[in-house]
């Protein structure tokens, strides 16, 4: 066996192309699961939304309908920025950093916005540091953040963690950072996640949310990193030992905001 340590082993071209193929048959298992998981996705029922949401961007209040900018759909980052923190976190900080132009959503009828509990002045300074142009508005002093599981506060709403409550919490593994059931120091807990909402003329309806594991993609170039041989280089990926773990995994040690890292 021809290897180079820990790497792939070293064959021809044509030995090459026969381990290909058969992992693009694999491949092709995945992509055609996961189109029928879409299809699935947009099965799901939709819930109207009824309650004024006001939220503040560059040109003042506005609405959940405005959010749209005149689109048929709308995708949402809940990015976690509390009202009292010095910057937003690092790792929705990471997604943020990826979201580029966004002229293919945009002619797909679908807008892209952030929103984060901060007052937006706080966000617009922090966006201008970072160098981002998506727009980001503000749900300060509102529920909408409680009412969509992207902050968790027993006090103000319901407390769903990816989907669980408090008794299911208990009763199961629990919180992820604790694996033990939600206790009153959570409360003000911010949760990234992703929501996705449709405009029938002047209505709007919530159509998905996903958080944990389900906005993976949308961080630190995943999908690009799992084509490689190294990988996201970190501690849990096979094969065991093939590259040093970096820590830069979600809440990892070396996680920065962007523009902390260096070089």
Known sequence: MNRIGNLPEVVSPEDWLVARRELLARE??????????????RRLPMVRISKAYVFEGPDGPVSLLDLFAGRQQLVMHHFMFGPDWDEGCPSCSSAADEIGNLRQLHVRN???????RAPYEKLAAFKAR???TFPWYSSYGSDFN?????????RVAPVLLHFRT????AAEKGTPWTDGPWTPDM??????????????????????????????????CYRYLDLTVLGRQEAWEKPAGRAEPLGLHVGGPAMRVPDRYEG
């Open 187 to 220: 409360n003000g807990e911010e949760m990234p996640g992703i929501s996705t909402f449709l405009r029938v003329d002047d209505d709007v309806f919530h159509t998905y949310s996903t958080f944990g594991r389900g906005i993976e993609d949308f961080h630190n």
């Open 166 to 169: 408090q008794e299911e919490l």
């Open 130 to 132: 970072l160098g981002w």
């Open 146 to 154: 409680y009412d969509f599981h992207a902050t968790l506060d027993d």
């Open 28 to 41: 092709k298992e995945v992509t055609r699961a996961r189109d029928r998981l879409n299809a699935e996705r």
């Open 110 to 116: 679908t807008s892209l916005v952030a929103v984060s």
